[in-house]
């Protein structure tokens, strides 16, 4: 039989062996119901025989008093932040700065790897026991949040010792390729710090918000504030229900590394968990393809990361670059591109669409943001306007995911000047007056049909991609066909010819007949395509789709009266009425016949069979960048199964599709609780 201090010493072994398998390298040997058993009888023992208990005992994770507050720690070697590079040329400028203080003869390379968004903090363990834990604080003294920090389950209380080192690395080609590292390994290190990133993956962050809103609490901002805020927890039971994570980036003690790779591979053989997705780089061009790598897998990452670290990779030239002001001059932190930037308003012009609504638009001093350089922004509405209260001469924080138009966040008030006036929108538009529409918060002209801008945007519209969608005819080659007098209306597109447009600059011979043949190519249209390029008011692509499906064909739905309408899900009566006014306006009349004359033929729509109908009565929103189909396809795929397409978020929505990028339409599924679908799980349900 054994002792009680020999099965307790076995306990903490394999317990010890199944954390580190779970919480470092993201596998299970027996289930967590088996952990918990001997976690359970390692506990009861330690409890009969307290004398026993030991620092590095796993019970003792969670096992610390709520602290009357925290003590100083000061750093042996102060934890120094990294200076940020947001661009190629950057990168290229810090390198060509620390050529200049080596020598000429000195061969640089470089070791890239994530850079987490968390909280760093230094680990310092005594005889292989974890003894000390703390922040960076001003990078000379941090707070000791030891307690804190052991009840993260990826922080060994206790090294892994050197006989079960040797055992793992006894045939491992690695040393080969880094003869120092076995002599690092050797034996236990009297004193070893090492630093790194304490975070909270994606899916334990939306874990927390989802049960913050059904308490009805505030959401959380971000998983790096959960992070830091666990940090500053005087109880450590709060910090442990925050199920967090730590990744190991540096080994700060000297064990006879020579290089930073070698510091990752000692820290991961003696239990830590280090960054997987890291590289050596002989140059800046490999540093760029894996800066790029990264970011073409950034979302698919169980954590969040805003760039990556480059770093010397030679130890010794390392420390050769010394320091500048509070960053060590051999490493730099490579940014993605800034989703938000700030700018100033240089004015706020109002731009008239369609269906003759007006919508602000703010003219910006040119920024990059997103990797892209915007120099416009749309402020929706007037109510928007008063809501942020933004002026001409504003500095504001700007904002755009994917390939979202840029909205403005927030103003800055404490940088606007003197004398800024608040926005009106004009009382005169187009020589019409400007009215609010009832019951909604947008403006519009009296008499969109007179306007010209109005029919050229209409024009636009109806040859757009889910329009008409006629290659090579867009909004330029529309404005010389109306600037010359050649059309005046949607129906003259389609009685063009080759001799209309070839004499006009810029068009060969070649060029005329393709868009002539484009043209005639798509006489022939599908019925909800062509009831959406008709620009009629409150009708997007879904409610041309309801329509078409309840009517089949166009002559049906001319004839439809309001109250027929009205009937069809989805459309109340505001909308209803439109589409009948629409229709029943002799102007509009006019321009059916036109058509028809033209040529222009739409095909009857046919539902598809009942069933391949398995998405029916089922809502998709979606939001951001599918790698493998456009948002087109994606939608088109979804209605030939019977689902619903939405514009928002509410909850009624059965699911969000979140691709690359998503917007705040994400956010806003998050907090009211709606199932969100990545890219393969969308996939497997349309094409199961």
Partial sequence: MQTPQQRIKELRKEINHHRYLYHVLNRQEISDAALDSLKHELAQLEEQHPDLITPDSPTQRVAGKPLPGFSKVRHETPMRSLADAFSEVELTEWETRIKKLLPSDARLDYFAELKVDGFAVSLVYEDGIFTTGSTRGDGMVGENVTENLKTINSIPLRLRDTDEIARLTANAAILKKFPGVRNAIAATPSRLEVRGEVYMTKKVFDEINAEQSKKGLPLFANPRNIAAGSMRQLDPAMAASRKLDFLCWQLVTDLGQKTHEE??????????????????????DTVMKFWQRVLDVRDKLPFLIDGIVVQVNSEQLFHELGVTGKTPRGAIALKFPAEEAT???????????????????????????????VSRATLHNLDEIRRLDVREGDTVIIRRAGDVIPDIVQVLPKLRPSRTRKFEMPKKFCDQNVVRIPGAVAHRIEHPEQCELVQRERLYHFVSKNAFDIPGLGPKIIDRLLDEGLIQDAADIFVLTEGDIKPLERFAEKSSSNLIAAIQQKKEIELPRFIYALGILHVGEETAIDLASRFGTLEALQSAPQGELEQIPNIGPIVAKSVAAWFHTPRNRELLQKMARSGIRPKPYQKPAAGTLRLSGLTFVLTGTLSSLSRDKAKARIRELGGAISESVSKKTSFVVAGKDPGSKLAQAKKLGVPILDEEAFLKRIHS
Wanted: aromatic share 4%; charged share 20%; proline share 4%.
């Fill in 263 to 284: 510091e990752h591979l000692i820290a991961h053989l003696f239990g830590f968990k280090t960054v997987e997705v890291a590289q050596r780089c002989k140059d800046t």
């Fill in 343 to 373: 700018t100033t308003v240089e004015r706020i012009a109002v731009q008239i669409g369609r269906t003759g609504v007006l919508t602000p638009i703010a003219i910006l001093k040119p920024v990059s943001v997103a990797g892209v350089i």
